[in-house]
């Protein structure tokens, strides 16, 4: 078996569920034909994937698969592995994000180097998204990022890149346009991101409309709540915000009576006061997903090539 069968094998195993199994066949890859390819791959299974152990047991292994992809990087340069390094860097900007509340920028500043890097050598609408993000989480008003999601969508019409358009129009205040497209991009998008994006454009009737199947459907933040109490309020149905409340507040029993309590504390002040809403409301910051790309030389389901040429 030379190291192309092999890894068609490692990825074929994989897809069919069976880790350990491909784990092996990524490692002896690496031993009997190391490359940019072998290293990528190894590495990409790894921080993904995590390692099993001899007893068992699976470990997470973001620290040996980054070292691998770095190993990748310091041979050539292709855009799987560069797109997979902005991923790795990604997933400690948001653990950092997630422990501390603050955006550490020289993380997003380097993913978004080597996004840009990636896209040199390829392009793809989805790492173009990506780059886009990344420049937007270093700096929300960017006009860059504007005019890069003003011609990404017209060819990449994917709810996740038309929310990020919608919302970027709203930072730059351009709401009118933002509306326009609202009503263009309709049915792509979801009732939250409707109703967020009708409550910022000062739409409150079309937000409100939506309240009943929110209320459905989804568990909501604060600054979701406020949105759409303010929606229901500034278009003059009171009552009905306070049976939304009410709903609200009754299906609070969760684990603890103190928690419930600490909910309905929250929607009163929320429906009570339009200073806290709005206070709510100018804090809220769109975040953008992270589009994942596929991480593997050779992969036939996503159609990555076996080696990247340049
Ligand atoms: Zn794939």
Sequence with gaps: MNAFERNEKALDILSKGKF???????????????????YNNLGWYLFTEGLECKNGKVRNAEKLGTYYLQKA?????????????????????????????VE????????????????????????????LRFLYLCDSRSTEVLSGLEKLSGQFDEPDCIEFLLNVLCIHARLHE???????????LDELCLMSLYCICGEY????GLCGRIYEKYTLRHVDIAMLADCLIR????EKALT???????????????????????????FDSAAYRAELIQGYRFR??????????????????AVEEH
């Excluded at 199994?21 to 072998?38: D, Y």
């Excluded at 953008?288 to 090539?305: A, D, E, Q, S």
Aim: glycine share 4%.
């Design 178 to 188: 933002c509306l326009e497209r609202l009503a263009q991009y309709r049915d792509k």
């Design 235 to 238: 278009s003059g149905q009171s």
């Design 288 to 305: 953008p997903p992270v589009i994942p790309l596929c991480g593997y030389f050779g992969c036939k389901r996503h159609g990555t090539p």
């Design 20 to 38: 350990l199994q491909a784990q092996q066949l990524f490692f002896e890859n690496v031993r009997m034909a190391p490359s940019h390819e072998t």
């Design 104 to 131: 550490n920028r020289d993380l997003c500043r380097a993913a978004y180097e080597y996004t840009e890097k990636a896209l040199q050598l390829k392009y793809s609408n989805e790492a173009e998204y990506n780059r």
């Design 205 to 208: 009737e079309k937000g409100a």
């Design 244 to 270: 939304l409340k009410q709903a609200w507040q009754e299906d609070a029993a969760p684990e603890t009576k103190k928690a419930a309590q600490a909910f309905c504390r929250e929607a009163d002040r929320i």
């Design 73 to 101: 990087e310091s041979i050539r340069h292709t855009s799987v592995n560069l797109n997979n390094i902005a991923y790795v860097m990604e997933i400690q900007r948001n653990l950092a994000y997630c422990q501390t509340g």
